[in-house]
């Protein structure tokens, strides 16, 4: 069955950085989109980034310019790298897979982010 599991969240101050992972396994990974989204308490699940197949890429405008997503083929593994990490990014971080840009068909447990002095 197709796993997604997500790690490296933590506490961070603001204005900290913070790099997520995502190991998958049990699917075709190079076929697939992966997707990073993120949920505050209270809030919907909100997109944040995702990078194609062939490594185009597309993220929200609220972390434009502070997040890069990046993926490793061989090692069936996404990454999303934070930078510049402010209060407003709390959030469980989930990590998703799908065949299109549209489609998530797979999500993982969530890792817990959390930026906070």
């Known amino acids: 069955q197709v796993q997604l599991v997500e790690s490296g969240g933590g506490l961070v101050q603001p204005g900290g950085s913070l790099r997520l992972s995502c190991a998958a396994s049990?699917?075709?990974?190079?076929?697939?989109?992966m997707h990073w989204y993120r949920q505050a308490p209270g809030k919907l699940r909100e997109f944040v980034a995702h990078?194609?197949?062939?490594?185009?890429?597309n993220y929200a405008d609220s972390v434009k310019g502070r997040f890069t997503i990046s993926r490793d083929n061989a090692k069936n593994m996404v990454s999303l790298v934070m930078n510049n990490l402010k209060p407003e990014d709390t959030a469980v971080y989930y990590c998703?897979?799908?065949?299109?840009?549209?489609?998530?068909?797979?999500w993982g447990q969530g890792t817990q982010v959390t930026v906070s002095s």
């Open positions: 049990g699917l075709t990974f190079g076929s697939y989109v």
């Open positions: 990078i194609t197949s062939g490594g185009s890429t």
């Open positions: 998703a897979a799908g065949r299109f840009s549209s489609i998530t068909s797979y």
